[in-house]
């Protein structure tokens, strides 16, 4: 597609539909389930890629491969060939020195890539580290360049902005879309742990759409993800901020695999969870400090007593060592796992004795957790100082 035909398809889709919506995909399932989905512009972006590799999305700030390559790896053999109809925008790493800018552009508009967009962006680096960056030439105006020589080219532009000196310069490039990026998305197993709150979103993005109005309101103004990881936060940014849509990374990647894979998973591991115990459930998914490690433990003991219970076994299950498991347990309850669970039994063995009058002490055994009667006789005796038939006789006298 055209440029001016882009442009055209996602004003129409702002003016009828209320907002468009923009998907970074790391591979093509994922960009072909977006585009199903309804996304009407796609970035193939190396942070992506990385989140794809169960990665943060900080690995395309490192040298851990080249972004440009990977990007035109990523578009040209696994999102271009499936996915028609939705412009793919090419995350451009526009410092990179392997390059020549103006040359590497017509590369990207003669692979069939609809626009560019500046990613990874200097713009979400900042202090000391930033000064030395611009120093040696890895600038934030290089970025600002290839968005001028995009439209040149004929290519669509977007640029990631974070404040509105750097909107001003991008919209004097000629960027056809601005997107504030709120920097790396919340939520799931790997979502960034520190972010802006919504409402210091909002107040960031509404004085940058400000400008944008006043200087071009034809450009289009969109926000990506950042603390915005729901419908609800998205809801609440384009009714505060009016942006044109938003744009989601991990929204619609990491954090729908990280949920759907993981309880797929979990539930053919576990289909009865009555059976299996909530101490169990608990202690395989890690949904426990140190401080309650053991009473997990203790836990999963009462529910499963009468059946083979080793320390080794539950160590491995939940990725631990038993000798630090055995240690950490040893350490809470001032007695050894072995001890306790044997304990344990013994006190259900001797309930039972009292309370079933009828019962026979092998069946005793084996409703504790022992195989074994001849074992469980000599453990019964030596801790409670009678045989389990002498200890059943004399409640019965009573």
């Known amino acids: 597609m055209e440029r001016e035909e882009i442009l055209r398809r996602l004003w129409a889709q ?45 690995s395309s700030f490192f040298c851990y491969g080249n972004n440009n390559s990977q990007v035109m790896d990523l578009g040209t053999r696994e999102i271009l060939p499936i996915v028609r109809g939705v412009p793919l925008f090419f995350g451009l790493m526009a410092s990179d020195p392997t390059i020549h800018l103006y040359d590497y552009l017509c590369k990207i508009r003669d692979s069939g890539f609809s626009g560019i967009v500046n990613s990874p962006t200097l713009s979400l680096i900042d202090g000391k580290f930033r000064i030395a960056l611009e120093e040696e030439g890895t600038s934030y105006s290089r970025e600002i360049a290839a968005v001028r020589m995009a439209s040149h080219l004929g290519l669509m532009s977007m640029a990631f902005v974070t404040n509105q000196e750097e909107t001003e310069q991008m919209l004097d490039a000629g960027a056809d879309i601005i997107c504030v990026h709120l920097g790396l998305t919340k939520g799931g197993f790997l979502g960034a742990k520190h972010y802006l709150s919504l409402g210091d979103a909002r107040r960031v993005v509404k004085k940058i759409f400000s400008m944008c109005k006043e200087r071009s309101p034809e450009v289009i103004r969109l926000v990506y993800a950042g603390p915005a990881s729901t419908i609800k936060d998205m809801r609440y940014l384009l009714k505060n901020s009016e942006c044109h849509g938003y744009i989601g990374g991990s929204t619609f990647d990491r954090i729908p695999m990280e949920t759907s894979i993981y309880e797929t998973v979990r539930t053919f591991k576990r289909p009865d969870e009555e059976r299996t115990g909530d101490s169990l459930n608990r202690l395989m998914d890690h949904k426990w400090g140190s401080a309650d490690l053991v009473k997990c433990v203790k836990e999963y003991i009462v529910e499963h007593y009468m059946e083979t219970v080793h320390l080794g076994d539950l160590a491995m299950v939940t990725h631990m060592s038993p000798a630090y498991l055995g240690t950490k347990f040893r350490q809470e309850s001032g007695i050894g796992f072995t001890e306790y669970l044997m304990g344990f039994r013994l006190e259900k063995a001797k309930e039972l004795l009292e309370t079933e009058r009828d019962i026979l002490c092998r069946e005793v055994a084996e409703k504790v957790g022992y ?16 045989s389990p038939k002498d200890y059943q006789q004399r409640f019965r006298s009573k």
């Open 14 to 58: 702002i003016n009828v539909g209320g907002h468009v919506i923009g998907a970074s995909v790391g591979s093509g399932i994922t960009a072909k389930l977006v585009a199903m989905g309804g996304a009407d512009v796609l970035l193939a972006l190396a942070a992506g890629s990385y989140r794809i590799m169960g990665r943060s999305s900080l």
């Open 371 to 386: 195989t074994d009667y001849i074992q469980f006789s000599k453990m019964f005796k030596k801790h409670v100082g009678e």
